[in-house]
Nanobody, 125 residues
Framework: EVQLVESGGGLVQAGGSLRLSCAAS????????IGWFRQAPGKEREGVSY????????YSADSVKGRFTISSDNAKNTVYLQMNSLKPEDTAVYYC??????????????????WGQGTQVTVSS
């Protein structure tokens, strides 16, 4: 059974930091790319950061570049999202998702095959 389990969300003041974790199981981790997405109330789900667990390539949305860092620990089948300098507009439910990696990272929500249940991040001003 494929599972993606997010953890690490919470309430933080603006300027603070959080580290989200995405623990994966039930598929060959190295064959997939992992993306972090977020969805705020009344808004569409948007991509945040992506990583290939095979070649280590990464990509982040302009809105989080320089503040968020994605990384993976293949020995633990876990992807992390280190979020620094958090802003109130980062408040959302954060999801990790997996897509079979074909050499190019994708930002397209519909291309991701597996999704976690989400973890809430709230940034107070």
């Amino acid at each position: 059974e494929v599972q993606l389990v997010e953890s690490g969300g919470g309430l933080v003041q603006a300027g603070g930091s959080l580290r989200l974790s995405c623990a994966a199981s039930g598929f060959t981790f190295d064959d997939y790319a992992i993306g972090w997405f977020r969805q705020a109330p009344g808004k569409e789900r948007e991509g945040v950061s992506y990583i290939s667990t095979s070649d280590g390539s990464t990509y982040s949305a302009d809105s989080v570049k320089g503040r968020f860092t994605i990384s993976s620990d293949n020995a633990k089948n876990t992807v992390y999202l280190q979020m620094n300098s958090l802003k109130p507009e980062d408040t959302a439910v954060y999801y990790c998702a997996a897509v079979h990696y074909l050499g190019v990272l994708t930002e397209l929500v519909y291309e991701y095959d597996y999704w976690g249940q989400g973890t809430q991040v709230t940034v107070s001003s």
